[in-house]
């Protein structure tokens, strides 16, 4: 990463961009089509909007995830409930008839933005070839 809009000398964007297998040969020796192209072309990472994730090469956090795989943004699965009770009158003697009724539950109304994400910085990708 680098605190420039644009790469400097001897880096590529890591922007998906087709890259020639023949110009960049020593950067396609080392990752071949892991991040897509075919023939004579060959991409970058394309880093633009995203987080890096470490590479869990032993499958215990990240199961069963190929290197240079993309993955959507996901929120886990949760709910959140609050349960209300019906609370009797005051029966006249300075007592509730009943303190708690039947309980009933309902789901909390939605509050957030458009999208989860840490707090962050951005900052411009690049690979060396």
Do not use: W
């Amino acid at each position: 990463m680098f605190a420039s809009s644009t790469c400097p000398s001897g880096y590529l964007a890591a922007d998906g961009a087709d890259i020639s297998t023949t110009t960049y040969s020593a950067l396609f020796a080392v990752t071949g089509y892991t991040f897509g192209g075919s023939g004579g072309n060959f991409r970058t990472p394309n880093m633009q909007g995203v987080f890096a994730r470490g590479y869990d090469a032993a499958g215990s956090t990240d199961t069963a995830r190929a290197f240079g795989s993309f993955q959507e943004d996901e929120i886990k699965a949760h709910a959140h409930t609050i349960n209300l009770y019906n609370h009797a009158a005051d029966a006249g003697g300075g007592t509730p008839a009943s303190s708690y009724g039947s309980g009933t539950e309902n789901t909390t109304s939605l509050v957030g933005g458009t999208e989860t994400r840490p707090k962050n910085i951005a900052l411009q990708h690049c690979v060396r070839y």
